[in-house]
């Protein structure tokens, strides 16, 4: 298991925790089934992000690859050129 692995684990965990079992996906803010979660990097690697808590949120795995295929943020929901 990748420290980023462990990572998920113990962010999944707190959230749930903190909001009684709910954890909302960063991107479209459905709740995440266990299976589905993925560690996003809320600002790319590739563009500068580190994998710092601060710059990560749980997503859907689904909501996490559509989000990189169309260049989109939450915040912004226009492409990064």
């Not at 808590?53 to 996490?64: P, R």
Request: proline content about 5%; aromatic content about 4%.
């Amino acid at each position: 298991m990748t420290a980023l692995s462990l990572t998920r684990e113990k962010m999944y965990r707190t959230v749930a925790r903190q909001l009684h079992g709910v954890v909302p996906c960063w991107i479209c803010g459905e709740h995440v089934a266990h299976a589905d979660a993925t560690l996003e990097h809320i600002l790319p690697r590739s563009e500068g992000g580190s994998s710092h808590l601060e710059n990560l949120a749980i997503s859907h795995d689904f909501c996490n690859n559509q989000r990189h295929i169309q260049g989109t943020t939450p915040d912004s929901k226009r492409p990064t050129a």
